[in-house]
């Protein structure tokens, strides 16, 4: 595999030219710490840090974690990288300053995490998960449980989980069957399994806390039951170190298709001490802290297989030689040309690349209200973040995560017969990204909170809002005569995919007047093509920011005008595949419901 380089300038494009993040800063607290030259520092250490110490072990860490009586070791390096990540300070780059975080907007944080995502997947998970465990402390912990285990996390000394899988239930969390009892001492018991937890043990930190669902005795039924708990490893001893082990172990881990080298851990509580966070059977609502969080992070490992992918599969191309070009000879002194010659090995590379940097500004974008809504400086903008960052995140776990799958499937194709064995490494980032769209709930979740919460449910708020903004985006350029040919085309593109965007959803608001199963039914292709119209949103703003870097003989004209090539690209031959799911969205729905089960069942 190819030695992976970070993508800073398009960070850096991104934050500061495309979304103006500066001046989005001053809406929060901590913003005016993330100047310009701060973001270069921070952004291009991050990328030493990647490169050096986590990359290097993405390929030998598929070796996989070992599990011995309910301990778990993790792959060779994994845990030499881990405290160098704490002694240099990175788990605590937007954590409270109050818990001995720096405080920096969560954008900041997100960037850092793609970083990591795509160095190294399974070794990024460890300290992921923790981000989501300090967002619930922090949104809905007491001020003692604060106090105990935030500047742990912060500082990455202690590590997070989120628990809420079981064997029997999966996504349906009204079926979940574990236990809290109270104790005279206002702690609970905890008795239960969940399965399918991520980084739920392993030998990187001195103790692990589990974020974990169970349901009071006197629990109403379905998810309105629900309780939330921490529940942690080792139980903290007065002085908040680590105390005597608590009631959890590791009955073992998971043998998977991919990310081997994160544990996945199938836990057993029993008679575990934990304690309530929130109130009593709020603890879904509450859960839904920490899943927002995940989901943004899970969209990035989307993004993460496809710049792995394309990185690896570009320096292939340019130097595996095989067969002449059909327009003509291109390498007269060698047996073949390079196969980066061939129409179908460039679109495919194309398409990675215009996944990779198109779905990195749909996170970048989202990250400016995952900012209002962690540190907002007045509640109505906090509230606003939230309603922006919850219409967003649907599309971007659900879009960006499936376009990562395509874009490591084309990185395997582009190797040919070698990107199908192992020591390219290419089948590797196509099996890690496969659970994306799985975990954090599956891309036909997405598409119903997408479709039914946040649109139906919603009355179409936020979709006017974001389409609103498209149109007020690319307006000027329409009407102004100094708009290029080129512009004025991706910018008419742009303003009806905003507005087929609007009529789809008027479309299935009607049709599932007749018939409820049509939300289901078209879920999905309403989810991707929301994707494809978000990401146009993306490019166009990109493209016009390029071309005007470009006239203007402002920085770097390469990368301005390799963003214009992309753009073309994207608008030409990548954005047309929308059209296919806006279609299906109507499609008979008698041809997908009308058969009887049976017809499933006989072979």
Known sequence: MSDFKVPVNDYLFLFNDVLDMQQKYQRVEGGDQAT??????????????????????????DDGCQWNQGDVTTPSGFKEAYSKYIESGWPSLTGSQEFGGQGLPTSVSSAFN??????????????????????????????????????????????GTMCLT??????????????????????????????????GEHDLTENIVHIVLAKLPDAPEGTKGISLFIIPKFLPAADGSVGERNGVNCGSIEHKMGIHGNATAVLNFDD?????????HSGLSAMFTYMNVARIGTASQGTAAAERSYQGASAYAVERLAMRSISGVKNPEGPA???VCHPDVRKMLLTQRVIAEGSRAMVCYASQFADLYTS??????QEYGESRLGFCTPILKGFITEQGVIAANYGVQVFGGHGYIKEWGMEQILRDSRIATIYEGTTGIQALD???????????????????EMRQFVMPLLLSTKTSRAMRKYAWKTLKMSLKWRYLALR????????KDSVGAGSVDFLMFSGYAFMAYMWMQMAAKAEQKLNSSEGDSRFNQDKLISAEFFFERYLPQSSAHAKTISANLGSLMDMPNSYFADS
């Open 337 to 339: 040309d390079p196969i």
């Open 114 to 159: 793609e970083m990591l995502n795509t160095a190294n997947w399974a070794w990024a998970m460890y300290p992921g998960l923790s981000e989501g465990a300090v967002a619930t402390l922090e949104d809905h912990g007491t001020d003692e449980q604060k106090s105990t285990y935030l500047s742990k996390l912060i500082s990455g000394v202690w590590s």
């Open 36 to 61: 310009p030259d701060m973001l270069e520092a921070i952004f291009t250490e991050g990328a030493k840090f990647c490169e050096n110490e986590v990359a290097p072990l993405y390929q030998s860490g």
């Open 376 to 381: 907002a400086k007045t509640k109505e903008e």
């Open 450 to 468: 997408l479709i039914g919460r946040k649109t139906l449910m919603d009355k179409f708020k936020q979709l006017k809002i974001f389409t609103s």
């Open 272 to 280: 575990a001490t934990g304690y309530l966070i929130g109130s009593p």
């Open 166 to 199: 079981e064997a029997h239930c999966g996504t349906d969390l009204a079926q979940m069957k574990t236990k809290a009892v109270p104790n005279e001492d206002g702690s609970y018991k905890i008795n239960g399994t969940k399965i399918f937890i991520s980084a």
């Open 508 to 515: 299935m608001a009607l049709q599932a007047k007749r018939n």
